[in-house]
Protein backbone atom coordinates (compact mmCIF):
# COMPACT_ATOMS: atom_id res chain seq x y z
CA UNK A 1 0.00 0.00 0.00
CA UNK A 2 1.19 3.05 -0.54
CA UNK A 3 -0.43 6.49 0.56
CA UNK A 4 -0.33 10.22 -1.09
CA UNK A 5 -1.52 13.48 0.08
CA UNK A 6 -1.72 16.42 -1.97
CA UNK A 7 -1.33 20.05 -0.64
CA UNK A 8 -0.18 23.54 -1.81
CA UNK A 9 -3.36 24.32 -3.97
CA UNK A 10 -4.95 27.53 -3.87
CA UNK A 11 -6.38 30.47 -6.40
CA UNK A 12 -3.70 32.82 -8.09
CA UNK A 13 -3.79 35.40 -10.95
CA UNK A 14 -2.57 34.56 -14.24
CA UNK A 15 0.96 34.78 -14.03
CA UNK A 16 1.30 33.71 -10.90
CA UNK A 17 2.94 30.53 -9.41
CA UNK A 18 2.19 27.46 -6.92
CA UNK A 19 3.74 24.84 -5.61
CA UNK A 20 2.34 21.24 -5.33
CA UNK A 21 3.23 18.71 -2.80
CA UNK A 22 2.49 15.30 -2.39
CA UNK A 23 3.22 13.62 0.73
CA UNK A 24 4.65 9.86 -0.05
CA UNK A 25 4.06 7.17 2.29
CA UNK A 26 4.02 3.69 2.63
CA UNK A 27 5.54 0.19 0.38
CA UNK A 28 7.29 2.84 -1.87
CA UNK A 29 10.20 0.43 -3.68
CA UNK A 30 8.32 -0.76 -6.34
CA UNK A 31 6.47 2.23 -7.11
CA UNK A 32 9.11 4.51 -8.62
CA UNK A 33 7.28 6.23 -11.09
CA UNK A 34 5.74 9.34 -9.71
CA UNK A 35 2.87 11.48 -11.68
CA UNK A 36 1.00 14.83 -11.64
CA UNK A 37 -2.56 14.54 -13.19
CA UNK A 38 -5.36 17.16 -13.67
CA UNK A 39 -9.02 17.21 -14.09
CA UNK A 40 -11.66 19.75 -15.50
CA UNK A 41 -15.23 18.98 -14.62
CA UNK A 42 -16.47 16.76 -17.86
CA UNK A 43 -13.03 16.21 -19.02
CA UNK A 44 -10.75 13.06 -18.90
CA UNK A 45 -8.09 12.82 -16.49
CA UNK A 46 -4.81 14.24 -18.49
CA UNK A 47 -1.24 13.90 -17.57
CA UNK A 48 1.18 16.37 -16.60
CA UNK A 49 4.19 15.37 -15.50
CA UNK A 50 6.06 12.61 -14.01
CA UNK A 51 9.33 11.47 -12.85
CA UNK A 52 10.96 8.15 -12.25
CA UNK A 53 12.59 7.86 -8.70
CA UNK A 54 15.50 5.97 -9.65
CA UNK A 55 17.23 8.36 -11.93
CA UNK A 56 15.15 11.67 -11.74
CA UNK A 57 14.16 11.18 -15.16
CA UNK A 58 11.36 13.60 -16.13
CA UNK A 59 9.01 14.14 -18.43
CA UNK A 60 6.39 17.13 -19.13
CA UNK A 61 3.21 17.59 -21.40
CA UNK A 62 3.83 20.62 -23.85
CA UNK A 63 1.39 23.03 -22.75
CA UNK A 64 3.28 23.27 -19.34
CA UNK A 65 6.94 22.65 -20.71
CA UNK A 66 9.27 25.14 -19.42
CA UNK A 67 6.43 26.19 -17.19
CA UNK A 68 5.91 23.22 -14.51
CA UNK A 69 8.98 21.24 -12.69
CA UNK A 70 8.61 18.17 -11.01
CA UNK A 71 11.18 16.88 -8.32
CA UNK A 72 11.42 14.42 -5.49
CA UNK A 73 13.70 14.96 -2.29
CA UNK A 74 15.87 12.76 -1.50
CA UNK A 75 14.31 10.17 0.55
CA UNK A 76 11.57 10.21 -2.14
CA UNK A 77 8.96 11.56 0.99
CA UNK A 78 7.55 14.35 -0.83
CA UNK A 79 7.18 14.75 -4.40
CA UNK A 80 6.70 18.44 -5.72
CA UNK A 81 4.86 19.89 -9.17
CA UNK A 82 6.80 24.04 -8.97
CA UNK A 83 4.24 25.78 -11.24
CA UNK A 84 5.18 29.51 -13.08
CA UNK A 85 3.80 31.61 -14.84
CA UNK A 86 0.05 30.07 -14.55
CA UNK A 87 -2.88 30.35 -17.03
CA UNK A 88 -6.47 30.07 -16.62
CA UNK A 89 -6.38 26.92 -18.45
CA UNK A 90 -4.37 25.19 -16.04
CA UNK A 91 -7.27 25.60 -13.58
CA UNK A 92 -8.29 22.11 -12.77
CA UNK A 93 -7.78 19.53 -9.74
CA UNK A 94 -3.81 18.02 -9.75
CA UNK A 95 -3.58 14.58 -8.42
CA UNK A 96 -0.51 12.75 -7.32
CA UNK A 97 -0.03 9.09 -8.41
CA UNK A 98 2.21 6.11 -8.24
CA UNK A 99 3.16 3.94 -10.65
CA UNK A 100 5.34 1.77 -10.95
CA UNK A 101 8.70 1.84 -13.67
CA UNK A 102 6.63 0.78 -16.38
CA UNK A 103 4.28 3.97 -15.84
CA UNK A 104 6.66 5.94 -16.73
CA UNK A 105 8.54 4.19 -20.12
CA UNK A 106 5.27 3.11 -21.62
CA UNK A 107 5.15 6.47 -24.01
CA UNK A 108 1.25 6.31 -23.01
CA UNK A 109 1.09 8.28 -19.59
CA UNK A 110 -2.75 7.15 -18.87
CA UNK A 111 -4.40 7.37 -15.56
CA UNK A 112 -4.73 3.31 -15.95
CA UNK A 113 -1.71 2.79 -15.24
CA UNK A 114 -0.98 4.49 -12.20
CA UNK A 115 -2.04 2.17 -9.34
CA UNK A 116 -2.22 4.55 -5.76
CA UNK A 117 -3.84 8.15 -6.02
CA UNK A 118 -4.06 11.02 -3.49
CA UNK A 119 -7.54 13.07 -3.15
CA UNK A 120 -6.47 16.06 -5.16
CA UNK A 121 -6.01 19.64 -4.75
CA UNK A 122 -7.69 22.49 -6.46
CA UNK A 123 -5.56 25.11 -8.76
CA UNK A 124 -7.45 27.80 -9.44
CA UNK A 125 -6.15 30.79 -11.74
CA UNK A 126 -7.90 34.08 -12.68
CA UNK A 127 -7.46 35.94 -15.52
Known amino acids: QVQLVESGGGSVQAGGSLRLSCAVS????????MGWFRQTPGKEREGVAH????????YYIDSVKGRFTISQDNARNTVYLQMNSLKPEDTAMYYC????????????????????WGQGTQVTVSS
Open 97 to 116: AAGTYYSCISGAFAPREFVY
Open 26 to 33: GYTSVYTC
Open 51 to 58: IYATDNST
